[in-house]
């Protein structure tokens, strides 16, 4: 009896496992197929030629009058632009791709966690989008213009488009990330895994934690270097006033239990 007990158990573990990547397949396709869709629809119109103009406007404002960016590879003049159009129709479709994993997840959740959930997802999608708009108009004007100051009038600049889009994706990361400080912080004194008192206490470790990491993924100019670390310590600061008013777990709603739903 026993073993027959522990037999239908283990063909239930089994049923509930498969159930699980049958939906996280039909939520995968879901999100591809979005993207997908947004992709054909942005490569039609405006097309991938305009949407790379679009990017490289920043570059182009800081070149000679009259320069272009150039292509060394046979292929680049095309691939570049579908990347650019690509990498554009994942940013317009991220609401629903990120619809699909909190759908995906949800159920297993507590009810606390769906309310904290929701915001975070809403709240980290917003500023990751901010730190790149940031970027682009203005971090990426600043330092380009800054660099084109120091080109010896002997030298023509012609940047490749295959480098600049390496440039732009990475600076894109780099302050997009950058731009989810506060979401951290608050995840970080909502779990309990450290309180306010020593995150203050922390400032001068985050200061110099910050302009390292922007000597690293920045270029080697002081400029872009300010313009990632400044941002990164005034966002540390936002997030401890928003932690302020976050109970930590086990502090919420006076104790009460929690179920999933």
Known sequence: ????????????????????????????????????????????????????????????????????????????????????????????????????????????????????????????????????????????????HFIATFAPQSITPAPDIEAYLSFVMTMFLAFGITFEVPVAVVLLVKTGIVDVAKLRQARGYVVVGAFVIAAVVTPPDVVSQFMLAVPLCLLYEVGLICARMIRPRGQSEGGELTERH
């Open 1 to 144: 009896m026993s073993q027959d007990k522990q037999t239908l158990e283990e063909e239930m573990q089994q049923e509930s496992f498969m159930s699980h990547l049958v939906e996280l397949r039909s939520r995968l396709l879901k999100a591809v197929g979005a993207v997908v869709v947004v992709f054909l629809i942005l490569f039609a119109y405006p097309g991938a030629s305009t949407i790379y103009d679009i990017l490289a406007q920043p570059m182009l404002a800081s070149l000679p009058e009259g320069t272009r960016m150039i292509a060394t590879g046979v292929i680049t003049p095309f691939m570049v632009p579908v990347k650019v159009t690509m990498m554009a129709a994942f940013i317009v479709s991220l609401p629903i791709v990120l619809y699909q994993a909190w759908a995906f997840v949800a159920p297993g959740l507590y009810r606390h966690e769906k309310r904290l959930a929701l915001p975070l997802i809403a709240s980290s999608t917003v500023l990751f989008l901010l730190g790149m708009a940031f970027c682009y108009f203005f971090v990426f004007r600043t330092v380009f």
